[in-house]
Structure formats: C-alpha cells, structure tokens
C-alpha cells in the first residue's frame, strides 16, 4: 500500500541537493589540500613532491583553505542528521532513508579516522578518506534520486550489461587512483600515455603494491617500479572504462527516458579522461589534479544517475 508522506519528499529532496552541493565541496577542498600539502606545483619540482612523509607531522597550520574544509564538513554532518530525522520521522521513507542513514554513518565513521588524517605517512587512511569522500557524494546523490520519479523496472534489465561493466571498470579506475593520492605515486609515471617508454607493468612492480600497508618515507620517483604498475593499471582500467561505459551510453542516446543522462556521462567521460592526460602533460598542475579529482567525483553521480533511470 501506497504510504502518503504529503510534501516530505520534496523537503528530503531540497536538503539531499545541498549535501551533495556539500559533499562535492568537501571532495574539491580536500583534494585541494592533500594535493597542495604534497607539493604538486611547488618551486623546486619534483624534488620537492612528498617532502612531508620525510618528517613527523606537525600540528596543523591555521590556513582558509582548512578552516573552509572545517565548516563545509561540519555543517554537512549537522544536515545529515537533519536528514536522517525528516526521512525517518513521522514513517520511514523508503528507500531515501535507508541511503541518508548509511550516509550518517559514514560521515561519523570518516570523521572518527578524522584522528589518523594529519599523518599522510598513512596511505590507508588518506585512500580511505579519498573513497569515503566519493561514497558521501554518491549516497547523498542516490538520496536526491530516490525522491524523484520512479523508474519503470521493465525497461532496463536487457541493455544494463555494458553499462554495468562499465561502472565496475570505473571503480577500479577511481580505486587505482585514490591509491596513487594517497601513496604518493603519481610522479612515478611523468609522460603520457606510457611511463617513460615502459607500457606493461613490470614484473617487479606488483611486489611494490603493498604501500597502503606500510608507512610511506619517501614519495616514488619517476620509473619506481610500483608507482608505474599503479599508474598503467588506473590509465588501462580507464581506458576500459571509457570504452565500455561509452558504448553503453551511445546506447541510452536512442531512449528519450535516458538520453539526457548519457549525453553528460558521454561529456563527463571525455572531460575526466582529458584532466588526467593533462594533469601528467602539464607536470601534475595543481589546479588540473584538483578538477581531475572533482572531475572523477562527478562523473560517478552522473553514471548513477543513468543507471537510475
Ligand atoms: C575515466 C577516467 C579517469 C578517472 C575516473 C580517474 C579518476 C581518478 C581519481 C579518482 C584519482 C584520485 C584523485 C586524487 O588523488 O584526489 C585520480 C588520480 C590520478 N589520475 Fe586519474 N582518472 C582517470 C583517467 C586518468 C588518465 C587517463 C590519466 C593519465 C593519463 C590519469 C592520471 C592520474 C594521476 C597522475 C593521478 C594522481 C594525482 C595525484 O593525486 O597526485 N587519470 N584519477
């Protein structure tokens, strides 16, 4: 039976727009500060890349940047919970509020390993508040779409495969990358679209791939062996992507239910693609690697999206 909840839908929707307006913010000034904090542009590049894994952390510097990412986080846990209450409160509304609490319960977990974030000797922790910040985006977008139109079952099934297929080589691609953040291994492979003359990961190198679980000194230098098998693999698997999430959104062109969604995933695609060759071209600009981080971020939302409908 149908469960009448009047005008609540709409309020669910308004808040989960700002929280995801809000969580794509704290994507960008993270990424920002992380990216900034590692030394991307900095004078004496690249000897100056990861600098900060070879000393102790200090205490935090008061910066704007800092006090920004403070306020934006907190007051997208404070909404939230305010989410949470208006999706649970009088009748749960399903499924907004299964996603909002799940939200919840991320932001608290991310904001407990809040505790080890000042160590970027920790890539653990640095891949896991990269990812984190992906999935707070994406279940406040999932949020924003549950309280929209409802989509016909029937019609999906048959033409979802290459999308689906699509999506997983996706994650891997924003997984590989996430670990090539927080591990510091992004200079490791300077020229596109090999790395140095090298196009196959070398034998040694997936030996190397065990940097989430140790405690970084240095960052990889251009042709460390593991950094190279890190970033072929996130080139390759996007490269997979792009193909196969192509396909699949050429494919949803010819349905007026979801061509509007694949034309910006079409865009998205070529766009993130783009950011990541330039970001390497440019010698790792700041401002490039940013957008490529907020770039991957919405390109995620905007698959969901497709999926959805
Ligand atoms: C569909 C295509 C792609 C997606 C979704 C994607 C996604 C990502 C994500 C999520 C990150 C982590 C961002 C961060 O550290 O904050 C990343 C990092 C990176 N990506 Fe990509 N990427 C794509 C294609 C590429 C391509 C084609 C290249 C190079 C030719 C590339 C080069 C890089 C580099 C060098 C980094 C490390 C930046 C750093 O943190 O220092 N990416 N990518």
């Known amino acids: 039976m149908m469960v009448n909840h009047g005008a609540r839908p ?9 929280l ?33 894994l070879a000393r102790e952390p200090g205490a935090p510097q008061f ?3 800092r006090l920004m990412h403070r306020i934006t986080a907190s007051s997208a846990l404070v909404l939230a919970c305010f989410l949470v209450w208006i999706c649970l409160r ?26 080890w974030s000042s160590d970027p000797r920790l890539p653990l922790v640095g891949f896991m508040n990269i990812v984190g910040g992906f999935a707070l985006l994406g279940l406040s ?31 891997a691609t924003v997984l590989l990358g996430a670990w090539i953040g927080a591990s510091y291994a992004a200079v490791a492979c300077p020229s596109v679209p090999h790395c140095g003359g090298i196009w196959l990961p070398p034998d040694e190198g997936w030996a190397a791939l065990d ?14 062996a593991g950094g190279v098998t890190l970033n072929l693999l996130h080139r390759y698997s996007a490269a997979g992507a792009v193909l196969l999430l192509g396909a699949g959104g050429v494919r949803a ?26 970001t390497v071209a440019s ?13 991957a971020a919405a390109l995620l939302a905007s698959v969901v999206t497709l999926l959805r409908r």
């Open 10 to 18: 709409k309020k669910i929707r308004r808040a989960a727009l700002l």
């Open 20 to 52: 995801a307006a809000l969580s794509l913010l704290v994507v960008a000034v993270s990424a920002y500060m992380r990216l900034d904090g590692a030394g991307l542009g900095c004078a004496d590049w690249p000897a100056c890349y990861g600098q900060l």
């Open 63 to 65: 910066s704007i940047v």
């Open 90 to 115: 009088p009748q749960p509304v399903r499924p907004a509020a299964g996603y909002a609490t799940l939200l919840l319960l991320l932001m608290l977990a991310l904001s407990a390993l809040g505790i």
């Open 141 to 171: 977008w999932r949020v924003v779409l549950a309280t929209g139109v409802a989509p016909s079952r029937e019609t999906w099934k048959p033409r979802g495969f290459l999308l689906l297929l699509g999506v997983a080589a996706l994650v």
């Open 211 to 224: 940097t989430p679980f140790v405690r970084l000194v240095k960052a990889a230098l251009p042709g460390d």
């Open 253 to 278: 062109l010819a349905r007026d239910t979801t061509r509007g969604a694949a034309r910006v995933v079409l865009l998205l695609l070529v766009v993130e693609l783009g950011l990541g060759g330039l």
């Open 283 to 295: 010698g790792f600009g700041l401002g490039l690697a940013v957008a490529h981080c907020v770039g």
